[in-house]
């Protein structure tokens, strides 16, 4: 969580003035971080959840066995639904999932408890 408030300043967001920050944890123990990357044709946004999980795999991670979250608003935020399904793609059902709010207060879930029935097709049988 520390470390995804830190990379809050770097998020480009002037069209919503809505900052987030992510950060993962991989499979080797490294922390890798996101921040949501607007743009003038808004649909092309990308979330700050998915940036990090690119970064992540970019730098050779194979699995993401936790995600923090933070929007520095007054309730912590929870990650959009196609960033709930590129997270399970990534991190096993029971991973950890951290989002703070103003007041400190660190809410975690799951990614499970996220997206249950997440399209999973490399687990699925032929
Ligand atoms: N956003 C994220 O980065 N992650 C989420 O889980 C929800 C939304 C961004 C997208 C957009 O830049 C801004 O927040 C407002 O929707």
Do not use: W
């Not at 990379?7 to 971080?33: C, E, I, T």
């Amino acid at each position: 969580m520390a470390r995804a408030r830190a990379a809050l300043p770097n998020a480009h967001a002037p069209y919503s003035d809505f900052r987030v920050a992510a950060a993962v944890l991989d499979d080797q123990g490294r922390v890798h971080l996101g921040v949501n990357v607007e743009n003038a044709s808004y649909g092309l946004t990308n979330c700050a959840e998915r940036v990090a999980i690119g970064v992540a795999v970019a730098a050779g991670a194979k699995r993401i066995l936790a995600v923090g979250v933070t929007a520095a608003k007054l309730k912590p935020i929870t990650p959009c639904g196609a960033c709930r399904q590129v997270i399970r793609e990534f991190a096993d059902a029971d991973a950890p999932v951290a989002s703070d709010g103003l007041d400190g207060r660190i809410v975690v879930t799951t990614a499970g408890e996220l997206l249950p029935g997440a399209f999973l097709s490399l687990t699925q049988p032929d």
